[in-house]
């Protein structure tokens, strides 16, 4: 009976093993790659693009990964910001015509501030800017189909994978923000691209429908309901961690993170999913255990935590799950490494905790990578925008100054660098100790 139970342990654990490969697989994102966020502003505020970057790197921690974002302010996807093409000759023009300048704008844009990072992987999220707020007008519909297509076109010519994005929708404080002219346009540019990315064969991921599916949900019991923070354009981080919740589930992210099952009356590891489960003891009413997981949980940014009710991110995308069986009625008190983590009772246990969110070493631990994730970020802006880009007047023109820009680009490349190994080392996995004991409700 032992051997076959221990067969059947053995199984399991293969066929756990192989479904997260496969799970691994599907995501978007892959191990060695360049990860690029092509966008606009508010692609450049640095928000869903960091906390993308933080699930891949916390689910993926042996995985070799690098992150660009080059959003701009105001950028459309016929490049807008870094092309500056005649958008009224743009958008008159013929068929010919106009994928001329397509060509030319999008071509020279994507050279300077996407192919020059050698990217392997490339996400582009356009259409707030391009519909001009405004209700849908075809002439410009026509421009984005041909410029998303064309953006597809030369990334995948360089052997990058492309997923593109829709916008969220806007959120003014209306009580039916579906009917906004400039969300029903919006829709309309969804849909194309859609249908861009299909004809592409390019991934396609629409943030844009479940965001005002929740807008829509909230309103009905408060219509002034405010769902994103920031402005209507601009959502501050609970807008955008749930932007980077629709974006990581179409971009093929997993919900695991690990799971460890226990039965406290056999004084077994039942399962340990994407962890390894030792030294388990039974006593006093409790359990304790060392765990290490094959992953850190998704950080999740302080000031978005409210947003955690509004949409089920924990439950699509950042399960970190205890499960014991077999202890008496009553509640019980966890701590990892000697730190109140929380409480819950038998019953809760029975069914499962995640502590994703948990106060304690593991999710001190993800925090800490998430700023140092946007340090990181931050110090690439800096590096792209305000160095790499800028032009010296005429008059400050000379060797010397050019030198200084080289010295500078060379610094804060350093400090990259420097910030990346940091990254690498927080990311990593430890050893933790699990104390389970029975304590007052």
């Avoid at 010919?96 to 999220?125: C, E, F, H, N, S």
């Avoid at 991110?313 to 019980?332: C, Q």
Wanted: charged letters at 25%; aromatic letters at 8%; one cysteine or more.
């Amino acid at each position: 009976m032992k051997t076959a139970s221990r067969t059947w342990c053995f199984t399991f654990l293969a066929t756990v093993g192989l479904a997260a490969r496969v799970l691994a697989a599907d995501f978007f994102i892959h191990d060695g790659d360049r990860v690029v966020f092509l966008g606009d502003s508010i692609t450049e505020q640095r928000l869903y693009t960091t906390y993308v970057e933080a699930y891949a790197l916390t689910r993926h921690p042996t995985w070799q990964l690098s992150f660009r974002n080059v959003g701009w302010g105001g950028d459309t996807a016929w490049l807008r910001q870094r092309s500056h093409p005649d958008e009224g000759q743009l958008f008159a023009a013929d068929e010919a015509v106009q994928q001329a300048m397509v060509d030319d704008a999008v071509g020279r844009g994507l050279r300077r501030d996407v192919l020059a990072l050698k990217p392997t992987a490339v996400t582009v999220d356009f259409g707030m800017n391009d519909h001009s707020y405004q209700a849908f007008r075809e002439d410009i519909f026509r421009a984005y189909v041909r410029s998303q297509t064309e953006i597809a076109k030369v990334l995948k010519a360089n052997g990058v994978r492309v997923a593109l994005l829709t916008p969220q929708p806007i959120e003014d404080k209306r009580p039916d923000p579906d009917q906004d002219v400039r969300n029903q346009s919006l829709r309309k540019f969804s849909d194309g691209l859609k249908v861009v990315a299909a004809n592409a064969g390019v991934t396609f991921g629409d943030q844009f429908d479940p965001y005002m599916a929740i807008m829509l949900r909230e309103r009905t019991s408060n219509p002034k309901a405010f769902v994103g923070g920031g402005d209507a354009v601009h959502p501050g981080p609970a807008g955008h961690t749930i932007m980077a919740w629709a974006i990581l589930k179409e971009l093929g992210a997993s919900a695991l993170v690990s799971r460890a099952d226990i039965d406290s009356a056999t004084k077994a590891v039942v399962a340990a999913e994407a962890c390894k489960v030792q030294n388990l003891k039974v006593a006093d009413g409790g359990v304790s255990f060392d765990r290490l997981d094959d992953a850190l949980p998704m950080p999740i940014d302080p000031a978005a935590e409210p947003v955690l009710k509004l949409a089920p991110i924990l439950e699509d995308l950042n399960r970190y799950e205890l499960k014991v069986v077999g202890l008496s009625p009553g509640t019980y008190e966890l701590s990892i490494d000697g730190e109140s983590v929380g409480k819950a009772t038998a019953a809760q246990l029975v069914k499962g905790w995640n502590l994703a969110t948990g106060a304690g070493p593991i999710t001190k631990q993800a925090q800490e990578l998430l700023k140092l994730v946007v340090q990181k970020n931050n110090l690439y802006f800096n590096r792209w925008r305000s160095v790499q880009l800028f032009s010296f007047p005429a008059w400050a023109q000379s060797p010397e100054a050019e030198n200084q820009r080289v010295a500078e680009l060379a610094r804060l490349d350093q400090k990259i660098a420097e910030s990346e190994a940091l990254i690498e080392k927080v990311r990593k996995p430890q050893s933790h100790h699990f104390e389970l004991k029975p304590s007052a409700p």
